[in-house]
């Protein structure tokens, strides 16, 4: 009898563990910063990692706003000279790589459009013809002169850090959580997703894909260790007499990109580099966006296009899971 | 030895027992979302639960405010004091399932739970 009471005793606890086990504890921080929400969950680690992740972001903020009258973005528009701090001209200097990188189909110096066709204030408009041309001469990433850390803007040119300031914070927040012996952790920056390592199981992470509008999940990856980014023509635009116009400006022809694509998903270990070529293959189109993938071959990426086909590549193959049963998949760049 | 089978069949139906609970509160579809404001949780409703519909009114600063509906299984921002009210236009939160945010309010109302770790976009 007594060890038949010793061996129900036994079960129950071990029943015990297995329902007490299945929560991993976290900390968790949730703010606004770079005009928008950001969430990141830290798995493990000191109560002050959040605190310390979101100083990261809001300092860089003060340094690359464009509205903020201190940062020395703001400052270096409306002076066109500026002497500006280690960090921003690493970041410029990042940011000039891949608009050469693109081809020029991402570019720093596209803020006026952005400004004329009202994506700033919401007070949208359609610029006539002459008012484009006249800003497209400002608009040319070969307009900003380096020389040690001083930075001079030619031509009227004013600079945006924003196709890249998110993937870029989301990449030193990732390495300073590292550094601190974080294994898992997912940031969540105004929509750039960036994970750190596994969830705390081993799983890895299921990032949803949105749909053509937005409004729904499409699909979803399921990463370790990456970024995911995307750019969609949902995400900030307006409509006229029926045609959409998007936030993300061609800056060869100085409208909004319509190259057939509703949104770009890049999927790669750096969120800078995912932020900068979801802008790039967004302008550029499907075409151009494959033969980026066979030539370099060291990022994914999930295609929707205006047609609510999904496009992904082989390497997604087994990893993306459809979940809207009205949208046909494709695999591109075999 | 009759007494012995009853005795395995008990320490056999406690453990099974304690695995369908573990499964049916982690797979447990939860209706639950949270309100979050300048990065602190201000309200946590199960939606499910609700029995009679109400509105929040959730202030910001001196003069600036949400309202928010709160019903069965749904939550939105019905009246708000920002300029763009894009919060107001986003609608219900089951329309989608993002979260619904009131950037100049500094307002976030999303689920605690989801199917997915994250959303890109």
Known sequence: ?334 | MIKTRYWILLIVLIFALSVLLFFIFNNKKQETVEIVQDGTVIYTIDLDNIQNEYDLIIKYGESDFNKVHVCRGDIYISDSSCNGRDCVNRGHISAGGFPIVCAPNKLIIRYTDNRFDGIAG
């Not at chain 1, 991402?106 to 952005?114: F, G, K, R, S």
């Not at chain 1, 001083?150 to 924003?162: P, V």
């Not at chain 1, 936030?247 to 580099?273: C, M």
Request: charged share 20%.
């Open chain 1, 1 to 334: 009898m007594k060890y038949r009471l010793i061996n129900l005793l036994v079960i129950i606890i071990l029943s015990l563990t297995v329902l007490s086990s299945c929560n991993d504890s976290y900390n968790e921080i949730s703010f606004f910063a770079m005009d928008t929400p950001m969430n990141i969950r830290i798995y493990g680690g000191f109560d002050n990692l959040p605190g310390s992740a979101e100083k990261i972001i809001t300092d860089l903020e003060k340094k690359i706003s464009v509205t903020d009258t201190e940062s020395e973005i703001y400052n270096l528009n409306n002076n066109k000279s500026l002497s500006v701090s280690d960090e921003t001209l690493y970041l410029i200097n990042t940011a000039i790589k891949y608009c050469d990188f693109t081809s020029g189909s991402m570019d720093i110096t596209v803020y006026p459009l952005v400004e004329k066709w009202g994506f700033t204030t919401k007070d949208y408009i359609i610029p006539e013809q002459e008012e484009i041309s006249s800003l497209l001469d400002s608009v040319d990433y070969k307009n900003i002169i380096i020389s040690g850390n001083s930075i001079k803007l030619e031509n009227n040119a004013e600079i945006d850090l924003g196709c890249i300031a998110k993937g870029y914070a989301a990449d030193i927040v990732s390495d300073y959580l590292k550094n601190e012996g974080i294994t898992s952790a997912i940031l969540d920056l105004g929509g750039n997703i960036q994970t750190v390592g596994t969830k705390p199981g081993g799983e890895k992470w299921k990032i949803g894909i949105k749909s053509k509008e937005g409004n729904g999940i499409i699909g979803s990856v399921s990463v370790a260790d990456s970024a995911v980014v995307t750019s969609g023509n949902y995400e900030r635009y307006f409509e006229k007499n029926g045609k959409r116009y998007c936030h993300i400006i061609n800056p060869d022809t100085g409208y909004p990109a319509d190259s057939g694509l509703s949104s770009v998903t890049v999927i790669s270990e750096s969120g800078t580099y995912c932020d900068c070529l979801s802008t790039a293959f967004f302008v550029m189109g499907k075409d151009k966006a494959i033969e980026y993938y066979k030539k370099y071959n060291d990022f994914e990426m999930v295609l929707i296009s205006d047609s609510n086909v999904i496009m992904i590549t082989p390497g997604l193959e087994s990893v993306f899971e459809k979940t809207d049963n009205n949208c046909i998949l494709e695999i591109i760049g075999n």
